[in-house]
């Protein structure tokens, strides 16, 4: 984005994404207009369709928040109430729509045609920004281009972003648009009004894809997208009675999946051992584990932390230290930091401070740093209790790794940097 200059110069390449969005980001802060009056070099032989897909793709990370909905929620700025705003919500839909009229139109002097990858990227953040009347309005205009992946793409969006109803206008307009829905656009639209406690529309799909003669039938991750969040709302809900329901909903679809034939994998059966012992049900959860074993599914770490963690909830901590080491044994994976800390934490409230500081050893000596949180409880009981504390290099060890994973998480989330004003 420079003036024209005088001399010629040879046609220059279009510019990689990485090059293009901090160009967009300069625009953005300069509060230049994306116009006619906004001209690249003459020598610019325009841009790739990769290229302004990534910038599209970057206005709502620069401007918008992350969805409170969604299970890691990240803000881009300290100030969640005014990045939240509407105002905000509307800058970002007038830029997304400026910046692909300006790319098209205007960035060279004849037009170049509209492609797939930027209207996708397009319509994904008008979705994020909520500017639903203009999404639509942008498929219609260019229903040609429009795809099932695409679509399917802007329902898991307005699903993260708490937009139910409108997932389900998106998908009922897949007809209009010349789309025909796919399972995993099914399941898509499954997922996200299950994640909105939308439970019954979700079964009603269910029920149309199981009719004799429909088009598209489930599969096994129809069923266990639906397992998956009965057991999670069920468990989130904070009442006893409500969790017990969802959770019998969920056993029920799993018995369901097996008269239709179809085989549960080990992501079926861990979201519903998962929720079994998260809703004290372990003996229903043993009989899961050994079903899963008759019929020769391999159970994997998942599987055996979700009794280590029951166990060690109970205070029963002896027998999550024999799922732990039967996991090792059966060769069906390896202890982890997740599998280790209830364990520690567990030891520590029985006030098992010698065994505590021996797992802790263990886990170290495994390749594996502890928490922050963890590290700290298990050195403050050993001060408290008079035991042998642990060796100096062993704690130096824990910390430097502790620092290191800091570290390593801020360059991957550079947004959780402390912003000085």
């Excluded at 399917?152 to 009922?172: K, N, Q, Y």
């Excluded at 992501?267 to 079994?276: A, E, K, S, W």
């Excluded at 290191?404 to 947004?415: D, E, N, S, T, Y």
Aim: aromatic share 8%; with cysteine.
């Amino acid at each position: 984005m420079s003036t024209p200059s005088s001399a010629p110069s040879p046609p220059s390449p279009s510019p990689s994404p990485s090059r293009l969005v901090p160009q967009l980001l300069v625009a953005l802060l300069q509060r230049r207009r994306f116009d006619a009056t906004l001209r690249v070099s003459p020598a610019f032989r325009g841009f790739s369709p990769q290229a302004i897909a990534a910038a599209l793709a970057s206005i709502p990370r620069l401007l918008l928040p992350r969805s409170p909905r969604r299970l890691c929620p990240q803000r881009p700025f300290p100030s969640s109430s005014s990045a939240s705003s509407p105002a905000n919500r509307r800058l970002a839909a007038a830029l997304t729509l400026g910046f692909l009229s300006w790319s098209h139109d205007h960035a060279l002097p004849q037009p170049v045609p509209l492609s797939e990858a930027p209207l996708r990227a397009a319509v994904l953040a008008l979705a994020r920004a909520r500017a639903l009347p203009a999404l639509f309005r942008l498929l219609r205009a260019h229903a040609p281009l429009v795809s099932t992946p695409a679509l399917t793409d802007v329902i898991r969006a307005l699903g993260e972003e708490g937009l139910p109803r409108h997932a389900l206008a998106a998908f009922h307009r897949m007809r209009q648009l010349r789309c025909s829905a796919d399972a995993q656009c099914y399941n898509t639209l499954i997922a996200a009004l299950c994640r909105n406690g939308r439970f019954k529309e979700a079964r009603f799909l269910l029920d149309q894809m199981e009719r004799p003669g429909a088009r598209c039938k489930p599969d096994p991750y129809t069923y266990t997208v639906l397992i998956s969040w009965y057991c999670r709302i069920g468990v989130g809900t904070g009442c006893r009675k409500a969790a017990r329901r969802r959770i019998y909903e969920a056993g029920r679809l799993f018995r369901r999946m097996g008269e239709k034939g179809l085989e549960p994998d080990v992501v079926t059966y861990n979201c519903l051992i998962n929720g079994l012992c998260k809703t004290y049900r372990v003996e229903r959860a043993h009989e899961v584990f050994d079903e899963m074993l008759r019929k020769g599914c391999a159970p994997n770490r998942v599987t055996y932390n979700s009794f280590v963690r029951y166990y060690s909830a109970v205070n029963q901590v002896d027998k999550a230290v024999q799922w732990m080491r039967e996991m090792v044994a059966r060769g069906h994976g390896m202890a982890s930091s997740s599998t280790y800390t209830p364990v520690l934490h567990s030891l520590c409230e029985s006030r098992r401070v010698s065994e505590a500081r021996r797992f802790l050893i263990d886990m170290v000596e495994s390749g594996h740093v502890p928490r922050e949180h963890t590290y700290k409880l298990v050195k403050d009981a050993i001060e408290d209790a008079g035991v042998e504390a642990l060796p100096a290099e062993l704690c130096q060890f824990i910390e430097d790794g502790i620092t290191a994973r800091f570290r390593q998480v801020m360059q991957i989330k550079p947004i959780m940097r402390s912003v000085t004003r």
